[in-house]
């Protein structure tokens, strides 16, 4: 009507969603913890997406990480220790309309967890997964966990940490049908964001790796690589992040990495020397799980019954079998 | 005239030999491992019931997938009990036993599943087997079943099969089915009408030399063999659908409306999960095999907080591992339906093997105070229904439903009447309308307990599940007054579900000497040996729970109409026979705990751990005893 384009009339329900709406109750995390700039890059992307708040579920684990749903206004589920993972595909598997997101800390993911981070890589399920990797055991007060570097000393390795760190990119890219595998830190927000939002937008499991500073017990712990950054290898290509102009000028070790080269990720991913950032590996064309599993029937009643008539005519006992009675009697000579 | 004609199937066929008339007989066919022995079995017990006969079937699986032949741990079969009158159990000695070769035949005997004195068929090619000290074993087995008077009757099937084909080994489990035809009295028609139905798809030319050979047997057994039985059919009006406890439980799924099962393979609830994979896609459904107990569980809770109620089978070790979950699932007060196919325990206990030993761990197993809904089906076709009852409890009260099954279930073949299918059972679509302002997440009635689930997708029912503690809002909340509140509310729900439920009826007398009590698969069994010593004037009755928690009203004053009270379980219990037990030290089978507890009733209890069924016979002798 009018020469007027039904597209440009925003409908009145419709209404722009703003940071506000995706923010739920203040967040209890230590002043300094870096989980804040997690959920702030979160929040930020979903109003950038205008993600229906209904429509999203913020599944966790246990620990300081896992109480990221609470501090959304979306849906929630703060379940067990390690089994965010299975629960976030259990949701996802017969909902493909809801946007699910997994956030576990370091012990969730690589400790407990460790089963299932391996078999949801490899199902492959649309997911986005945000290991907040603080490398120590947090709520629980100080003990290693699996990332711990060797040496470190908490409260069960007063000693100092037996063992080297557990290297969970060199791991998942090791992973039967990987398909999406990101580093970043969260004080660097830019790259943070972009990380998640590439992430939302695959075609599949998206784990990402974020480095994050737990101010009260590993305050030090990332402190060399906030201090030079010449630490960090800024991975850019133009279908990874590509670092803004001010970045660009702070951040000068770089390296063009095709996401799509999974050999020289996993090299990336296995230099002790310098931390990678950025998306190291994409492969948008791994069958989904929730894609080869789904049925080509309708779950409908009607189905249901004939199915069960089906099973219920093949075990069953006719009534009138005696038409097959019919035939030459045994012992009456054939 | 269908009547008409299943009289005449059973009446023996036109032979000279006169027939016994049975009420009922017991059949066991055992062979090595891939002889067929248990093909034999589904396919004789399939043609008794066709004609007419109540049947209930057992599988005799070993342990291993290709144990090591003629051993008698290896031994595969099945067990047939076919009678005049409704079977509901596997029954007592079988009265006509099958051998392949003498260890798998001893197998059985060890384990006293043979009736002193039977019928023996075995199979004669061993005796002169090039091998000397294998023509030396069944010899002596030989003697041995001489000595102790069972009427043996040896039987060349190996020279007798390889008239047909060349690998008699994979043949004569047709010629027994033929000489069951004959000894039985039955339809060759019936067999030939089977060999086609199993071979005529996949393996057309096997049609003939099968029906070869089972002709060849019943012809065997009519020069040779000097006895005839005949069964009378008991005469059923309605159709019949023929199952065993697993099968059943993945129509019960099918039925129910879920669409999402996940598992991970356990001994012996696997099959289910198996037969499930097969339908389930017809319906829209599927079946995760995760990477682990635990994982199943969380992938089935997940799907089930989406909104698709789900359903996670398991035994008594998987249920072990799922504990954290069913904790979670009573306290995020989440939907879901825990399948347990018991088998013997403790640990990895007795994989293959019935056992009633994880009611307690079901209804108390989870740390802290966790109420949930347990139940026990007691027949095959329980299996199918308590599914779409536990799916309906389950989305009703927002809580973890255990249905306990056993690996007599399992295996067991039974048939029931066929259900009569009702859109009533399906689950209804999921709730995506908007959320009320100002309606919590945990609206708890201050009655009841229930509130209304809010499901991902609702707009305006946007909060975060958790398994800490938590207040209407589903907001974390450590104070104390609010934890004694979360809890009353979630044990306040299973007292409004207690309300609907009906007392159990008695069977029998409604007082007297003697009730036992029962739960889960021993139902048939325990009412035999009640009917039979009734018989004889025994003033005994029996109940048979199906609620285990919570259980019905109506329970004491039932228990109190009689001098004594007992349970009868497959599950441990000490006896007083042992020096050191008494009243201070004696443990209780799992039942006899819980009616002790809440009842105040000295109740008594028989159980033991064999891993195998109660038989009827022993329950009888047992209360014969009592009550001498």
Redesign the interface.
Known sequence: MFGLSKQCVLELNEEYKTLEDYQ??ISRWCPGCGDNGILTATQRLCRDEQL????C???SGIGCAARF??Y?????????HG?AL??????????P??HVFVNMGDGDCCSIGT??W??TVRTNMKLVAMMHDNNIYGLTKNQASPTSPLGMKTNTTPQGAYLKAMNPLTVTLGITNVSFVAQVVEWLPEVLYEAIRQAFHHNGFAFIRILQRCPHFTPDAFSGLLSDPKKLLMLQHEDGIQLSETMSRLYKTTEQHDPADINRARELADRDDIVPIGILYRNENIPRYEQV?????????E???N???G??DK????????S??E??????GE | MAGEMKQQTARSASSGKRATLLEEHIIEIVSDSGEGAQTAGQMFGTILAKSGNSVWTVEIIPAEIEPPARTPAGASGNRIRAGSFPITNAGDGAELVIGFNEQALMGGKWENRYKPGCIILLESMWANHPDPEIAAAYSGVVNILNEENYRLYEVPMEQECSRFVEDARRGKNMFVVGMLMNIYGRDLQLARHEIETKFKARKPDLVEPNIALLEAGYEWAEQNLDFRFEIPPYGVKEQQVVANGNVAVALGIVASGMEVCAMYPITPATSASHYLSEIFPEVGGFVHQAEDEIAACAFAIGSSYSGKCAVTITSGPGMALKTELMALSVMAEIPLVMVNVQRGGPSTGLPTKVEQGDLLAAIFGTPGDAPKIVMAPATIEDCFYSIITARKIAETFRTLVIVLSDANLATGQQAFPRPKISKEWGAPPVDQSPVPAGKDPLDWDPVTGLSQRFIPGQPGGMYTLTGLAHDRKGLVAYGPGINQEGCNRRSLKLAAFQKTLQPPKVCGDESGDLLIVGWGSTKGAIEEAVARVRKDGLKVSSTHLTFLQPMASGIKEIMQKFRQVMTVEINYSDSYEDELIDENNRRYANLAWLLRARYLIDVDCWSNVHGRPIRPGAIEDMIRERLK
């Open positions: 739920g109750r229906p708040p209904e429509k579920v913020f599944v749903p609470h959304m206004s979306t849906y929630g589920f703060h379940g067990l089994r299975p629960t976030a595909q259990g949701v996802k598997i017969r909902r309309d809801l089963a299932h391996i078999h599993t789904k049925s080509t029937h309708k779950s409908t009643w189905q249901r019954e199915v069960l008539n099973a219920f075990f069953g006992i006719d009534a009138d079998f005696a097959a009675n035939g030459t009697r045994a012992g009456d």
